[in-house]
């Protein structure tokens, strides 16, 4: 269970950290692909914290990337080598 909350708290901060980035721009982000508002979470930064978070940004979407990436091979994993019934149950819609 500590593992699930985990991968929750590191998308949270991806995005967050994303969402700061996004807003300190020099011409900001305040609207998203569908025209909808993005207000910003911090307005004015100094240059060294703004890469601070960008790097910040970076590096935890990597992490999460690579836990992704475990997760998928290990679903595959069980699926192809163990063949037992995991990665059915990881589906939509799909019965044990």
Not at 1 to 11: A, H, S, T, W
Not at 25 to 34: K, M, N, V
Request: no cysteine; hydrophobic share 55%.
């Amino acid at each position: 269970m500590r593992g699930i909350f985990g991968l929750y708290v590191l998308m949270l901060a991806v995005s967050l950290t994303g969402w700061t980035v996004a807003t300190t721009f020099r011409a900001p982000i305040t609207s998203d692909l569908f025209g909808a508002h993005i207000p910003p979470i911090i307005t004015n930064v100094d240059r060294a914290l703004r890469h601070w978070i960008e790097e910040t940004h970076m590096v935890l979407a990597y992490v999460l990337a690579a836990i992704v990436l475990i997760h998928v091979a290990g679903a595959l994993r069980h699926h192809l080598l163990k063949r037992n019934d995991v990665l059915r149950r990881m589906t939509w819609g799909a019965h044990a």
